[in-house]
């Protein structure tokens, strides 16, 4: 089993849709957890952290699940500047070193 | 505030040869790491120093691979000699070590082709 998982997509989605990304983990004893977006051949850039409270920055919400070891991130009211590799990373503990999934594409279309 | 910094942005190399990545991090980060994404496959971490120091190298894939931060500012990775399965984009990030969180910012990435 991979440490962090995500659907590859891709993610075909219209401007204006709510789109959402999940993620599971494997190590339980995880610390901090993040979404990071990539757009092609850029670097990965930190959109958000994830707090166990859950946590909202404009369109974008993050919950995290500890108990079911699940992280999400929603992107409300699609915009075309949305579209790229969304990264769900995590910390594990007693670590620096993060951990991430694959990624999951997404495409909004005009 | 300026990025973390990588130079060079792309290198092509042929197998046996040796390549030097380098790294600037974020002006008062002590933390440092490197990363790298080989070619469909998620990104892999390297190492990590504090300051000077190497504080976690478990990602290194062999002693083909060489990572020095001397002075604690700037980074260098080595690779000597050079395999085809080198090839892949070399991400360095950085962080200050602030709450728990240790959120990380990452460099541009040097892309390397070993032929």
């Known amino acids: 089993r991979k440490e962090v998982e995500q659907d590859p997509g891709p993610f075909n989605v219209p401007e204006g849709a709510t789109v959402a990304f999940n993620c599971t983990y494997s190590n339980s004893a995880s610390q901090s957890f993040f979404w990071y977006r990539q757009d092609c051949r850029k670097e990965p850039k930190l959109l958000m952290s994830?707090?166990?409270s859950g946590n909202e920055d404009g369109r974008f919400t993050a919950q995290l699940n500890r108990a079911s070891q699940y992280i999400s991130l929603l992107i409300r009211d699609s915009k075309l500047s949305d579209s790229a590799t969304y990264l769900c990373v995590v910390r594990g503990a007693g670590s620096y070193q993060l951990t991430f999934g694959k990624g999951t594409k997404l495409s909004v279309i005009p | 505030e300026a990025g973390v910094t990588q130079f060079p942005s792309h290198s092509v190399i042929e197998k046996g040869q040796t390549v030097t990545l380098r790294c600037d991090p974020i002006s008062g980060h002590d933390n440092l790491y490197w990363y790298r994404r080989v070619m469909g496959k998620e990104i892999k971490f390297l190492l990590h120093f504090v300051k000077e120091s190497k504080q976690d190298e478990s990602g290194m894939p062999n002693n083909r691979f060489l990572a020095e931060r001397t002075g604690g500012t700037y980074s260098t990775l080595k690779v000597q000699p050079a395999e085809l399965e080198d090839s892949g984009v070399y991400f360095c990030a950085s962080s200050q070590e602030t709450g728990s969180i240790y959120e990380q910012y990452f460099g541009p990435g040097t892309r390397l082709t070993v032929t």
């Open positions: 994830v707090y166990s």
